[in-house]
């Protein structure tokens, strides 16, 4: 079964200098989340309020969509399979992640 691994974090990383880090999220995690990719859509649970920056990752080719009860759609974003990419989200959204496999 292919899954769509999701990471929650409320900042990004910082240096020595206390300068931000752009891309590298900041440990440990708020929270982490799979969802099942399959042939019709799925969704997460409700993102952390918390929640600033999203790590995304899937083990297969996936498209995804992003909002309070988002559908994905094979025209939606097309996430590459085995490639991490992060994601910006407003703070107490309640976004979902949906997710749906693709080609």
Not at 8 to 33: C, F, I, K, M, N
Not at 40 to 47: F, T, V
Not at 77 to 85: E, G, Q
Request: with cysteine.
């Amino acid at each position: 079964m292919a899954v769509l691994y999701i990471r929650e974090h409320a900042t990004q990383g910082r240096d020595l200098a206390g300068y931000l880090q752009q891309g590298v999220p900041a440990y440990p995690s708020l929270a982490e989340q799979t969802v099942a990719i399959g042939a019709g859509s799925a969704q997460s649970a409700a993102l952390n309020a918390s929640t600033t920056f999203v790590v995304l990752c899937a083990d297969a080719v996936c498209s995804v969509a992003v909002g309070a009860n988002p559908t994905a759609t094979a025209t939606n974003w097309r996430l590459p399979a085995n490639t991490p990419v992060e994601i910006a989200v407003p703070a107490a959204s309640g976004f979902k992640i949906a997710c749906i496999t693709n080609t």
